[in-house]
């Protein structure tokens, strides 16, 4: 990292070695924020978790939809920013066959989530994640991670980091064109 740094014209090497939280800054900015990606299609990854009424769902209850996963925590001030952007995409799309689905990955998730959920409105499904929710996901970076499946159950896009609304919506656009 330091020789790219100092190919673009930066030495940080002295400010790296006397703060190691700017070390940590700059690997988050360079490798994580807002990095999208298209996985191998043929990428499989389920879930089988309880909604906060204690429901089961999995990826299969979504056959044949377009499906959204979104990982969240009510700690990450990102993840609720996108919270409230997908709820206002699901109110838009559900009727074209677009499916949300929040799985939320806070230690206590009821006590946290559930108020959360009430306040903003949120209209999709939030499930209750955990370790082995995400243990399956390759390349699990942290919250926010976003999922995207075509109709076909493949996964066609997956943001590491906050996701670009308007990015977002021309895949979907895409996707219901297909």
């Known amino acids: ?3 790219w740094l100092q190919t673009i014209g930066l030495d940080l090497s002295y400010k790296i070695k006397k703060s190691p939280l700017l070390l940590s800054f700059l690997v988050l900015f360079l490798f ?3 990095k999208d990606s298209h996985h191998n299609p043929n990428f499989s990854f389920d879930f089988s978790l309880p909604d906060l009424e204690g429901k089961v769902h999995s990826r299969s ?3 044949d939809q377009i499906l959204i ?7 990450c001030p990102p993840c609720l920013e996108e919270a409230l952007k ?3 995409l699901y109110e838009r799309y559900r009727d074209k066959g677009v499916q949300v689905v929040g799985i939320a990955l806070d230690k206590d998730s009821l006590e946290l ?4 959920v009430k306040k903003n409105k949120i209209t999709y499904p939030i499930l ?3 370790q082995r929710s995400i243990a399956c996901l390759k390349d699990f970076k942290g919250v926010p991670t976003t999922i995207l499946f ?3 159950g493949r996964i066609w896009k997956r943001f590491d980091g906050s996701f670009d609304l308007k990015h977002l919506e021309e895949t979907l656009q895409l996707l219901l064109e297909e």
């Open 1 to 3: 990292m330091r020789i």
């Open 32 to 34: 994580y924020c807002g």
């Open 61 to 63: 209850d979504f056959k």
């Open 69 to 75: 996963v979104d990982f969240w925590a009510t700690w």
């Open 86 to 88: 997908l709820n206002d």
């Open 113 to 116: 989530v559930e108020p959360f």
């Open 128 to 130: 209750v994640g955990d």
């Open 150 to 152: 075509d109709q076909k």
